[in-house]
């Protein structure tokens, strides 16, 4: 799964204030240019980093809160087949977030202090996770859409310039691979089934297609900063180039499902040799992401409470680890 | 909430198979080693990806400085003498 | 009382195996998005995957043996509450971490005793089930182990917390060492696991553990019954059944 960050204000970049930073700067550049991976401990640009940090835990931020959607059906699925699938496929966007926390500790950011950002709103996530999952369908459908479009967006960060970022993405992209693949297994089981299903698999597509298009972020006539993301290469393709990807290995997917994309421009373009689609609501999408989401709310509520809810297992933990300590000292 | 200490990290290292090193992989948050070792487990080799971890807290990693890497690394550059490929044998002594 | 027959014993026997960890399996997964830390997340979601995947190996074994043309998933969605013959322990509600982690903990002492003693069963099907899951329940012990002696020698509210656990999940522990009729029928070819034997080394491995925890060993030794032996449960049952066969209940018959 992923959350893009090209939302919010850019970070300020700072003129370099002496000679020698301006040096460290060509030097860093050139690296990036040469395509030479960014390590933990050289020498970054605070805006890199700050950047780099802002975007890695918001993409953590949105594999863990991606968990509560799919978790809304583990107890429910129809067989245990099913059933093992969905709980090895949201226990995987935990590992993910994990693996993203771990690489984004690395530029000295406890995870502490991203989930505090996140508990108190000042980092956001994907806006997809926002939207309910309201029947079984959902389940192949956040696969199909979701996870397709999350791992458009990963493969093209697999080349980021940040060595530990770009490595958690590698391992990801592996992992996730049948993250779509049983999504779209579980659809065509509905679109082979009765008509009940049928239904429950167009109304299910109905509700996520739009959200799934919004998750590549704002066209790029909106987004003007993220042209220093790509010259850092911290982002190596924009939005509009990522979203036609999707919409284009997507369509031929539906058709093979018998389902119809709820978006009737939706066509052929011979001449660009692309799909041409529809426009997007933006002004959906900036309400979701300022918290006027369906979800926005219990997400945060949920997180908040399990982490309350565990403080004193932490603290206990904590306490005992401490007292073996002091045993082995004394 | 912002009271509360952290569990402490630790790195991972896990040997993919027999004869191999083990590979450093990531890290986990955990209060003791024995929970380290399990949750490095519970996370990194969910597909088979293991047969042995080692888990070390981060803090006791020292590591060398990316300033110093030329005066540390580019030394060995020019020792071309250590490599076999140095050497001309000519063919009629054999495979060395 | 009808007759019953050893095949229709070996049916109920493999079922409620695999009940026992297809209800805990189902608690385990409702913690989901709610651990403590992430890593405790995946620690739970693995539990899961290993104690429902026991049921799928079990509830599969069973249909086989029926022979009536039956799958896995007739026999999670498609019987009754009563039909289910899992512990009560099994089933009573999540509560804290410390009430999860003492029932895992009283489960896993019990399925290991357990599951070794299966490896021996003349069933050589139940046999080899006996030895995939004994590898996943001796992982289950160790990691409720830990958090237990953590919890009990933690602070103080977690050895207040983890203390009231124990005594209040004790009454539900002595179940697990009562014979059904099947379990009877099949111990006389040495197929079943005679689980009354199994008390005594559960009781010495509980109390190590507890003992190392700074925990008081519970002296109530009143057991609540019902689950295993007749398919009377806890007011939890009839929710968890409720959620787990919605689907199959309101859509009846089809493909997922």
């Known amino acids: 799964m992923y959350g893009d960050t090209s939302i919010q204000k850019p970070i300020e970049i700072a003129e370099p204030t002496s000679e020698e930073q301006a040096r460290l700067e060509e030097i860093f550049q050139q690296k990036i240019d040469d395509n030479i991976k960014i390590e933990p401990q050289e020498w970054m640009p605070a805006a890199y980093r700050k950047t780099l940090v802002r975007q890695m835990s918001q993409h953590a931020h949105s594999e863990v809160i991606g968990m509560q959607p799919e978790g809304n059906w583990i107890t429910r699925a129809p067989s245990l087949r099913r059933k093992v699938i969905l709980l090895a496929k949201i226990q995987d966007e935990g590992g993910h977030g994990l693996y993203i926390y771990s690489s984004a500790e690395t530029l000295g950011t406890s995870r502490a202090e991203m989930i505090e950002q ?28 979701v996870d397709g479009a999350a791992i458009t967006n990963q493969v093209a960060l697999s080349r980021c310039s940040y060595g530990p970022y770009s490595r958690a993405m590698i391992r990801i992209c592996k992992e996730e691979s049948f993250h779509q693949r049983q999504g779209y297994e579980l659809l065509l089981s509905l679109s082979r089934g009765t008509d009940e299903q ?41 939005n509009d180039q990522l979203r036609q990807e999707f919409v284009d290995a997507t369509v031929p997917q539906a058709e093979f499902l018998g ?15 692309h799909y041409d689609y529809g426009e997007i609501d933006w002004e959906e999408f900036g309400n979701v992401i300022n918290g006027n989401g369906p979800c926005n709310k219990q997400r945060v509520a949920n997180h908040l409470k399990a982490h309350e809810d565990g403080a004193w297992v932490r603290e206990a933990a904590a306490a005992y680890a401490e007292k073996q300590q002091n045993k082995q000292v004394a | 909430m912002t009271n509360e200490q952290e569990w ?75 490599h076999p490929t140095f050497y001309d044998i000519p063919k009629g002594a054999g495979k060395m | 009382m009808t007759e019953l027959s050893k095949q229709k014993a070996l049916v109920q026997y493999a079922a409620q195996i695999g009940d026992n960890g297809l209800i805990i399996g189902h608690r385990m997964s409702e913690w989901c998005f709610r651990a403590p830390s992430i890593e405790m997340e995946m620690a739970l979601m693995n539990c899961a995957l ?5 049921a799928r190996e079990l509830y599969t074994y069973a249909a086989t043996t029926q022979g009536e043309g039956k799958t896995e998933d007739d026999f999670a969605y498609l019987r009754d509450e009563q039909d289910f013959r899992n512990a009560l322990l099994t089933e009573v509600p ?132 019902g689950g295993k032996a007749k398919g009377q449960h806890t007011e939890h049952m009839g929710y968890i059944i409720t959620d787990m066969q919605y689907m199959q209940r309101r859509y009846p018959g089809c493909e997922w």
């Open chain 1, 118 to 145: 996140l508990q108190t709103g000042k980092a956001k996530y994907s806006s997809i996770f926002n939207y309910p999952a309201l029947s079984w369908a959902d389940m192949g459908t956040i696969g199909w859409l």
């Open chain 1, 198 to 238: 049928k239904e429950m698999l167009q109304e299910s597509v109905n509700r996520f297609w739009w959200p799934s298009l919004m998750m590549f972020g704002p066209n790029d006539s909106d987004s003007p900063h993220s042209a220093q993301s790509m010259k850092w290469k911290i982002k190596r393709k924009s």
């Open chain 1, 259 to 273: 389902i119809t994309l709820p978006d009737p421009d939706l066509k052929w373009n011979e001449e660009r040799g």
């Open chain 2, 8 to 82: 402490p990290l630790w790195e991972v290292f896990i040997r993919s198979k027999a004869g191999l090193d083990h590979k450093h992989c990531g890290s986990v948050h955990a209060s003791d080693a024995e929970m380290a070792m399990e949750s490095a487990r519970d996370v990194y080799t969910r597909r088979s990806e293991g047969i042995s971890i080692w888990v070390v807290p981060s803090n006791a990693i020292t590591a060398s400085k990316p300033e110093d890497k030329e005066s540390l690394f580019e030394p060995a550059d020019d020792k071309i003498y250590r």
């Open chain 3, 50 to 54: 290993d104690l429902i995947g026991q």
């Open chain 3, 94 to 225: 999540n509560g804290d971490w410390g009430d999860t982690i003492v029932r895992l903990f009283f489960m896993s002492a019990y399925n290991k005793l357990f599951f070794t003693a299966l490896t021996s069963s003349k069933d050589s099907e139940l046999a080899a089930i006996g030895a995939k899951s004994l590898k996943e329940v001796t992982y289950h012990l160790r990691f409720s182990s830990e958090w237990l002696i953590r919890l009990g020698d933690g602070t103080e509210e977690s050895h207040t917390r983890v203390q009231n656990s124990i005594d209040s999940l004790w009454a539900y522990t002595g179940e697990l060492f009562t014979m059904t009729d099947a379990e009877n029928l099949l111990l006389e070819d040495g197929i079943a696991v005679d689980v009354t034997a199994l008390k005594a080394d559960w009781v010495t491995l509980v109390a190590q553990i507890l003992e190392q925890a700074t925990l008081t060993f519970p002296t109530n030794d009143w057991a609540q019954l």
